[in-house]
């Protein structure tokens, strides 16, 4: 301490020079006062320093508890699915405000049957309206497209598994807010070979967290029997032709029920209807489908053999 108060400690100060001059006895008693009130004055500053170490104590260790109680609300290591981004604040989904924004989301007005997004006034897509579905309706929460093809891209393919978290949630919620209703959930499968090479199988990551979240008992009712070549440029013709016998349906319980399958993309509908004919075939009463995303519906163009491609 170099103020001027710490350093009269012990010094020359007033009381020395009031006691200065007198006799041996009031010397004496000065030095006496004096190093009573230096004792004093010591101790003060001993406590003082004590309760000093003690504050910056208490200050730290609350710190700590603060920062312990943000972590539980909002793990630092927590980051945005699609970005990266850590997340700073609490979110529904584990997603940050900017990609939030811009994840394609399907609207209000969609085609009753395959839950494309569909811009006119009418109730059905341009798929829909030319052909027969084995299943009710799909619903979706995202279009296939920008932000949300991405987050699937990092879960089906490139091995992020917790994003089943994000949309599963994001899956559940569009379940209750479209008012759909099934008792029991089914997975779409995927053959040995095809698990073994990918590693997991995405739909029954989501199927497993919608189950959870809606408390529906999940089934692996389906069983894919044929290994299909890979669907992605093949057109939905040549998909259902492609699945066609690929699954069947090896559990009773899905007798009179209505069954919710569950997949991450529905693009043509041909994996959906493969299953959901082969769920009919076992005796299911009704079959809806739940997909993370669906593909915009494409402009409808004549092919070379003079019908309309979709
Ligand atoms: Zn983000
Ligand atoms: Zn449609």
Do not use: W
Not at 44 to 73: M, P, T, V
Not at 187 to 208: C, D, F, W
Not at 280 to 302: D, F, M, N, Q, S
């Amino acid at each position: 301490m170099s103020d001027g108060k710490d350093e009269s400690f012990g010094g020359f100060d007033g009381d020395e020079a009031f006691s200065y001059g007198g006799d041996e006895a009031d010397v004496c008693e000065g030095r006496e006062e004096k190093q009573e009130r230096n004792g004093r004055d010591q101790s003060k500053n001993k406590n003082r320093d004590r309760l000093k170490r003690f504050a910056e104590r208490l200050k730290l260790a609350l710190g700590k508890a603060a920062r312990a109680f943000r972590d539980a609300l909002f793990p630092p290591d927590i980051t945005c699915d699609v970005c990266g981004e850590e997340l700073t604040a609490q979110t529904r989904y584990r997603l940050c405000a900017e990609c939030t924004e811009q994840l394609p989301r399907v609207g209000e007005h969609v085609c009753l049957v395959c839950g494309a997004p569909i811009t006119d006034e009418a109730d059905y897509c341009i798929r829909c309206q030319y052909e027969e579905s084995a299943f009710l309706k799909n619903r979706s929460p995202l279009v296939y497209d920008g932000k949300a093809r991405e987050l699937i891209h990092k879960f089906k393919f490139g091995g992020k598994k917790y994003i089943a978290q994000t949309l599963g949630a994001m899956m559940a919620d569009e379940y209750l807010k479209r008012g759909m209703h099934a008792e029991i959930a089914a997975i779409v499968p995927m053959t040995h070979a095809e698990e073994k090479s990918r590693g997991y199988n995405q739909s029954e990551l989501l199927a497993n967290e919608i189950a959870d979240r809606l408390k529906l008992p999940l089934l692996p009712a389906l069983v894919k029997t044929k290994d299909t070549a890979s669907q992605k440029k093949l057109t939905g013709k040549e998909r259902a032709q492609n699945l066609k016998d690929a699954f069947t349906c090896t559990y009773i319980q899905v007798k009179g029920r209505k069954v919710l399958l569950i997949d991450d993309v529905f693009t043509t509908g041909a994996t959906a209807n493969a299953c959901a004919e082969a769920l009919i075939k076992a005796g299911a009463r009704e079959v809806c489908v739940l997909t993370a995303a669906v593909t915009k519906r494409k402009i409808p163009v004549e092919s070379n053999d003079g019908k309309t491609a979709i």
